[in-house]
């Protein structure tokens, strides 16, 4: 269910794409190879940053070289790329691959039929994974083994926890709410500090406030306790901040938005996963 898999068998694996999340996985990966399982790395990017590059210092890694059997492919391109690089991907792939996608929206059928692959882990990982901070949800083939599946929960450690399998509809929610979560923490920060300034804050102390809060509180609930408890806890009957939950708990208010808000998700991934 979380990383901290057993030790598989060493792998040699080709990485898609080195930005945001493929380049997070490399440098998890590159800080100790043996734990991450892999025997070699290559990275196909052609606009890889710097740091990539500096990665491809160590003789184990390779960099937009030619291609070499490989056992694994983990693919971490846009999703709009991907139709373009699977194609040139066949000359690296051996027998019966490892395919573990992190792109959002591409189905794990699509996966295996463009790769020609059986075994597919597709996974949603969030923002704060670039900095070791998010969440990855992921589902396996039919096909993929329980040693696979390890496998992929230690090489997405790097991202932050680890939750699956699950079933390919339940990884739709998931979208829903991890990999887009981070954008409703971003706008609840956002409307708390235009509250602020709206009752009369200057907007620099409007922003610390705002911001420090979101965080802090984010914090406070990473040490552990039921997230309605803490709410309680900082909550007296009839006091201020029960006024404001009144308000944000009423019929129409934050529990509905959310509902509604997340079955909008849900409904658009459906839409952007439909076949052209
Ligand atoms: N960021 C998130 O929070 C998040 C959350 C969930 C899922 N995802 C998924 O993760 C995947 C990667 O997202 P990201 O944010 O890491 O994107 P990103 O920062 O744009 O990284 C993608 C990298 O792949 C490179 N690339 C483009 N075409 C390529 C090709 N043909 N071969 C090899 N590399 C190629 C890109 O280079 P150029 O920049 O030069 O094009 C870029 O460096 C996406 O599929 C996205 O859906 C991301």
Redesign the pocket.
């Known amino acids: 269910m979380t990383s901290g898999a057993k030790q598989t068998a060493a792998r040699r694996a080709l990485l ?8 997070a996985l490399a440098r998890g990966w590159r800080a100790n190879m043996r734990a991450a399982g892999l025997k070699s790395l290559d990275i ?6 710097p740091e990539i590059l500096a990665l491809a210092e160590d003789r184990r890694i390779r960099l937009n070289a030619a291609p070499r059997p490989v056992d694994l492919v983990i ?5 709009q ?2 139709n ?2 699977a194609p ?1 991907l066949a000359a690296w792939l051996s027998d019966d691959p490892l395919a573990i996608s ?5 189905q794990s059928d699509s996966i295996a039929d463009r790769l020609g692959v059986r075994r597919v882990i597709r996974t ?4 704060p ?2 900095i070791g901070q ?1 969440v990855t949800a992921y589902t396996a083939a039919k096909a993929c083994t329980e040693e696979d599946r390890e496998l992929a929960e230690t090489l997405l450690a790097p991202l932050g926890a680890v939750v699956g399998p699950m079933t390919e509809t339940e990884l739709e929610s998931a979208t829903a709410i991890s ?1 887009c979560g ?1 954008a409703y923490l971003f706008l609840l920060a956002e409307v708390l500090e235009a509250a602020a300034r709206a009752s009369g804050l200057k907007p620099d102390v409007a922003a610390i406030l705002a911001r420090q809060t979101v965080t802090g509180a984010g914090a406070l609930l990473a040490e552990g306790g039921e997230p309605a408890d803490l709410r309680r806890a900082v909550t007296s009957p009839g006091g201020v901040t029960a006024a404001a939950l009144d308000v944000l708990m009423a019929p129409g208010g934050m529990p509905d938005l959310f509902r509604r808000a997340v079955e909008a998700a849900i409904a658009r991934n459906r839409q952007l996963a439909k076949p052209d």
Not at 44 to 49: F, I, M, Y
Not at 102 to 106: N, R, T
């Open positions: 898609v794409g080195a930005g945001r999340m493929g380049g196909l990017d052609p606009n890889a940053s693919l971490a391109v846009k999703p790329g991907f373009a690089t040139g992190v792109m959002a929206g591409i949603m990982p969030n923002t994974g670039a998010g990999g981070p």
